[in-house]
């Protein structure tokens, strides 16, 4: 069974749940961990890849988009709106509006929330899925953590 994580934000700014994101990126790559980011389609991985090389001045992540290619490194971050690969099946961070089909197949997945409507309403209809499933659900309210 995975590990499940909501991260509540309280701004309501796609960029700074974007930002979010490449943190808890970072600190899976400085942790060794494999990671894949799935998003909804190719517009959000190719504005997450960009971001990804300037979100931290002096911070380098190896990342790239997922296109059915492996990179050589096992600790490359993959972005992607496909599943992922069978070797990117450690930490999921799930910037899409769905559940993932395999998600029981994950040791981890993080989701991250902005304070927006439609973004908190798919994030419930996730919730529930993994707590039918009965997976274990850890929520942490950013708005009262300094980032």
Known sequence: MPEISFYLLASGSLHERDVFACKLIEKAYRSGVACYV???HAEQ???LDDLLWTFRAGSFIPHQIYDGQLPEAATVTLIGHS?????WRHTLINLSTHCPDDFLQWAR?????DNNEAT???ARQRYRQYQQAGVSITTHNMADVRQ
């Open 109 to 113: 997945i993080l989701e991250i929330l």
């Open 38 to 40: 799935l998003t909804d």
């Open 83 to 87: 599943p992922a690969p069978q070797g």
């Open 45 to 47: 991985s190719q504005r």
């Open 120 to 122: 908190k309403a798919a």
